[in-house]
């Protein structure tokens, strides 16, 4: 069994007089996507806000290799290799999809290029590159990201994530609103990121779900009612009952 890369323990947390998150606990290992899914509301999106460093739990604590990074801001954790997407796709909207790459990688930081800007370091234009030829994206490359179609921003935020080396990638929701066609080729390019890093999957399309994660943790109300291989949860009752519409 691979060791676990990120891990939740003990996480909750309270707006108001509302319990969002339930002394969560979850692991994502090496090599692995694990996927959280739940009705709307459950809180998945609240719980990824937690890990990313976007809203401050009111208690638990998460452990990215070991290392405890609860209290660190949002950049130090993407520095460390823990990046996310979003349901509403975020990009540099005013520049181009290569600019928007080339921001991507720059976030890594490699040595040789400290010492100039990032849209000159030949190194992350050699990466961008690679990333436009592997998302279908070269012909797109000068356009500026608010040009793209609501498929191709889904892959330049596929790309741009993953250009960012992650030890651990946040996936929410990166299926929404692409069509059938376009949704089976994203399924393929999270599968094959897999070999890149361990990814925690937030998605509502069970199909692409079962088909991808190696293990799924159910969210309710705030709280894992169950977590295990797709097998187990597709056939637990209380799984059947509360979410997946049939028991």
């Given at each position: 069994m691979s060791a676990a890369v990120l891990e939740v323990r003990g996480l909750s947390k309270t707006f108001g007089g509302l319990q969002v998150s339930r002394d969560i606990h979850l692991?994502?290992?090496?090599?692995?996507?694990?996927?959280?899914?739940?009705?709307?509301?459950?809180?998945k999106t609240t719980l990824i806000d937690q890990i990313a460093g976007e809203t401050r739990p009111d208690a638990g604590e998460i452990l990215l290799d070991g290392r405890a990074v609860t209290g660190m801001s949002t950049a130090r954790r993407v520095r460390l290799g823990l990046v996310r997407?979003?349901?509403v796709v975020r990009l540099f909207d005013d520049l181009s999809v290569m600019d928007n790459l080339l921001l991507a990688a720059g976030r890594v930081g490699f040595l040789s290029c400290l010492p100039r800007p990032?849209?000159?370091?030949r190194a992350y234009r050699e990466r961008a590159k690679a990333a436009l030829a592997k998302h279908d994206l070269t012909e797109v490359a000068a356009l500026s990201a608010a040009a793209l179609s609501h498929g191709q921003r889904r892959l330049l935020e596929l790309a741009m994530v993953s250009l960012m080396r992650p030890r651990v990638l946040l996936l929410d929701e990166p299926l929404a609103g692409l069509g059938p066609e376009q949704r089976q080729a994203m399924r393929g390019r999270i599968a094959a990121l897999r070999e890149q890093t361990a990814?925690?999957?937030v998605e509502h399309d069970m199909d692409a779900v079962f088909a991808l994660a190696d293990r799924i943790s159910v969210l309710v109300n705030g709280a894992i009612?169950?977590?295990?291989?797709p097998q187990s949860i597709r056939t637990n009752v209380e799984v059947q009952k509360a979410y997946l519409g049939h028991g």
């Open positions: 692991d994502v290992r090496a090599g692995e996507i694990h996927a959280l899914i739940g009705p709307n509301g459950a809180g997407s979003y349901q990032v849209f000159s370091c990814i925690l999957l009612i169950a977590s295990g291989d």
